[in-house]
């Protein structure tokens, strides 16, 4: 399945940010100061040259409103391996590209993400190479 980029979800688990950020990113990504502690500013770094849709979110309740959203059509989520067990389920008929994030720190914890995964499966997905001129 191929989509358009504005269809495609990037779901974001809230331990990704680091803990000592008090940016609001859970509210708006736009939020985040972009200063490279933790993985979101490189993940903004794709949207900004691919144009997916992204949303950090803070638990099932809140990710899976994110992927009833109108027009999602595809969704690409991180995060631990039972949460992601959990939404490819709560997410059908939709599908889901699932990537484990890493947990240095434990469970729930400043947790990253490989972003070469990331961007491989985004890449997947899009109907296109749709990168953005410059970006
Ligand atoms: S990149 Fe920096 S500002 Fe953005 S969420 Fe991570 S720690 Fe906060």
Do not use: W
């Amino acid at each position: 399945m191929r989509v358009r980029p504005d269809e495609l979800l990037v779901l974001l688990p809230r331990c990704l940010q680091n803990e000592d950020c008090g940016r609001a990113v859970q509210k708006d990504v736009e939020e985040c100061a972009r200063c490279g502690v933790c993985p979101l500013r490189s993940i903004l770094a794709l949207r900004d040259r691919y144009g997916f849709r992204m949303k950090v979110a803070g638990g099932g309740r809140e990710a899976l409103a994110a992927v009833q959203a109108p027009g999602v059509r595809a969704v690409l989520a991180v995060a631990c391996v039972p949460e992601l067990y959990a939404g490819i389920l709560a997410a059908l008929p939709k599908p889901v590209l699932a990537v484990p994030h890493e947990q240095p720190c434990g469970p729930c914890r400043n947790t990253r993400v490989d972003l070469a995964r990331v961007e491989a499966a985004i890449r997947s997905v899009l109907e296109h190479d749709n990168r953005r001129e410059g970006a």
